[in-house]
């Protein structure tokens, strides 16, 4: 991430567990924010916006599922990815983490310390970052890009006539800055 430290934010009641994983991702060169519970966390994400969230589930005043419905609902929030550590692994919650939109389900009591940083860390390394959205030719600028990047107006593949995607790679978390261009989702062909 461009030599910048990632910034987790931990959010766990259990005080032993919530400073032995600040331990582990400030060795891990991590810039680490934490809390004691979702209020808390919802507060601090909100001022700081860390990259990811490591939050676990039952907490005092807000536990970790309410703190992410909580995240969502704000622009500057929605998307900070969260991670959810559970004690016990139960199937209802692991589908309620999914439902919400949870990065990764971590089961503590099989899940080693060490592995718990590589799979947070392996969030960073997905794709690079990469979206794929829709681009709608009618809608405000379209037809301006369309004639200075000499596109056909309605944005459909040269080769295969397909309509073509906005392609956004995130270069820099922090600073929310995406390369961009526009590829065929069925040929592949990249707008050069």
Not at 8 to 13: A, C, F, K
Not at 58 to 78: I, N, Q, S
Not at 118 to 142: C, H, M, T, V, W
Request: charged share 30%; aromatic share 8%; hydrophobic share 45%.
């Amino acid at each position: 991430m461009n030599d910048k430290k990632i910034k987790i934010l931990i959010v766990d009641d259990d005080v032993a567990l919530r400073e032995l994983y600040v331990e582990i991702f400030k060795n891990a060169n991590y810039e680490v924010l934490e809390a004691g519970d979702g209020v808390d966390g919802l507060d601090i994400a909100s001022k700081n916006m860390p990259n990811v969230i490591f939050t676990g589930i039952v907490m005092p005043r807000m536990d970790g599922f309410a703190m992410m419905e909580a995240l969502k609902k704000t622009v500057m929030t929605a998307n900070i990815p969260v991670v959810i550590s559970s004690h016990m692994g139960r199937e209802e919650d692991q589908q309620r983490a999914n439902a919400l939109g949870a990065k990764d389900f971590i089961i503590r009591d099989i899940t080693r310390p060490i592995e718990v940083v590589e799979r947070i860390g392996s969030i960073f390394a997905q794709s690079g970052g990469e979206y794929k959205l829709e681009f709608n030719p009618e809608k405000l600028d379209a037809k301006k890009i369309a004639k200075e990047l000499n596109f056909q107006e309605n944005f459909l593949c040269l080769d295969c006539n397909e309509q073509l995607v906005l392609n956004m790679k995130l270069t820099n978390a922090q600073e929310r800055i995406f390369e961009t261009r526009f590829v065929c989702p069925k040929c592949g062909w990249v707008a050069k």
